[in-house]
């Protein structure tokens, strides 16, 4: 089992910045990757952005040269940095941990970005 709690959401204002945290605890060593995902109101969920246990990463059109996912092994722990927030940014924003074919999920954390 793994456990994810995030943190870090919140009310910004067009333009600027939040850090989402995701702090992951249980069998960790199992997770291949991490991922962040998104749901706005009425949508279905999207992929935001991904990071492999390798470090590698790939994102989503939408956030790309904004957004920024990162991890620390040390800590547990990942990241996502938002620059540049839109309105259109505002969702819940979830993170993922990937185990085989197994998906655990985080509690979600409201970004609401005002224009």
């Known amino acids: 089992q793994v456990q994810l709690v995030e943190s870090g959401g919140g009310l910004v204002q067009a333009g600027g910045s939040l850090r989402l945290s995701c702090a992951a605890s249980g069998s960790i060593f199992r997770i291949s990757a991490m991922a962040w995902y998104r749901q706005a109101s009425g949508q279905q969920r999207e992929l935001v952005a991904r990071?492999?246990?390798?470090?590698?990463?790939n994102y989503a059109d939408s956030v790309k040269g904004r957004f920024t996912i990162s991890r620390d092994n040390a800590k547990n722990t990942v990241y996502l940095q938002m620059n540049s927030l839109k309105p259109e940014d505002t969702a819940v924003y979830y993170c993922i941990g990937l185990v085989g074919v197994n998906a655990y999920w985080g509690q979600g954390t409201q970004v609401t970005v005002s224009s």
């Open positions: 990071i492999t246990s390798g470090g590698s990463t």
